[in-house]
């Protein structure tokens, strides 16, 4: 007889929460959802999913409870509760009302330091229960279409149990090290694209002020070495200039302060790493923050004299 799915807590259901949910309903597991926006909770109902009232009431009873939030202030809140991390007053939060032996993934993309400090309050809990960080990357398409690249930070047997879960939602899933790794290879991962972005936005300017046909250029760019995931998901934006939020500015914002300040703890030098995060910065600055993060874009014309 085959054991049965374990039943999950879903805490944040937007551009990539929702869909990576949906993909774990769709693999057979039983999942309740909790979010603030209501139209994500009726989606969720949509899609076969319970939702909760509360993060108390999502997590009660769960096997396993999976956060997927902006940023840091936001983990801390639903890990520890309205009062903070002892949880003695208010609602508390997933530490407190999770059942003993729970497995927590958190799916957030924060800084490092946040990730080995969740998992060292979880351990002081007394209730067994276990945490792993697992950002992901690959955007909404790769929540969408269920091929996220997940890199875990954590102990070996929690990786190990949450493999099947996390197969569900990327196709690359690799335990990175113990707590705290998986956000640090996350760190280098938005580093990598943003530098990425920022040099296919460059090209594009330089190809379209020298006259060449800039469906073409990018067609054989991205046969050669010049090719990247960057240049495969992003060339329709590039094109259309379609800036319809994957990942917003105002996030990979928010992942270049976790790498520069994370570099900065360890002592590595990010020199095309600090420029890039000065240009998002000054895009945030410029009102594209809620733009996708193909809008780099709109800053390489800007500085080039061309209107966006």
């Not at 309205?82 to 800084?111: C, F, Q, W, Y």
């Not at 949450?162 to 990175?176: D, E, N, S, Y």
């Not at 990425?196 to 046909?213: H, P, R, T, W, Y």
């Amino acid at each position: 007889m085959p054991t049965p799915s374990p039943t999950v807590a879903w805490i944040g259901l937007g551009i990539m929460g929702s869909p990576m949910a949906e993909n774990l309903i769709k693999a057979g597991y039983d999942v309740t959802g909790y979010t603030l926006e209501p139209d994500k909770l009726d989606r969720l109902a949509a899609a076969g999913g319970t939702p909760a009232a509360s993060v108390a009431q999502a997590v009660r009873g769960a096997d396993v409870v999976v956060t997927m939030l902006p940023a840091d202030p936001h983990v801390e809140a639903v890990a520890y509760g309205k009062s903070g991390k002892d949880g003695n007053d208010g609602e508390g939060g997933v530490l407190a009302h999770a059942r003993p032996g729970a497995l927590i993934l958190d799916m957030s993309t924060v800084s490092p330091r946040t990730s080995v400090a969740l998992a060292e309050a979880a351990a002081a809990t007394g209730k067994g229960l276990r945490v792993l960080d697992a950002p992901v990357s690959g955007g909404e398409a790769g929540a969408v279409e269920g091929v996220l690249s997940i890199m875990v930070g954590g102990e070996r047997a929690d990786f190990d149990a949450a493999k099947p879960l996390l197969h569900a939602l990327g196709t690359t899933v690799v335990r990175c090290g113990p707590h705290g790794a998986g956000q640090t290879v996350k760190a280098a991962n938005q580093l990598i694209v943003a530098v990425n972005i920022q040099a296919c936005a460059e090209a594009v300017v330089f190809l379209e002020k020298s006259g060449v046909d800039l469906t073409a250029a990018l067609e054989v760019l991205a046969g050669g070495l010049a090719g990247s995931a960057v240049l495969s998901r992003k060339r329709h934006n590039f094109l259309a200039r379609d800036y319809t939020p994957g990942f917003r500015i105002d996030l990979h914002h928010k992942d270049m302060g976790i790498v520069t300040g994370a570099a900065r703890a360890v002592g590595a030098a990010l020199p095309a790493g600090d420029l890039v995060a000065g240009l998002v910065a000054a895009a945030r600055e410029q009102g594209d923050g809620a733009l996708d993060h193909s809008a780099l874009l709109r800053g390489v014309e800007r500085l080039s004299g061309v209107a966006s």
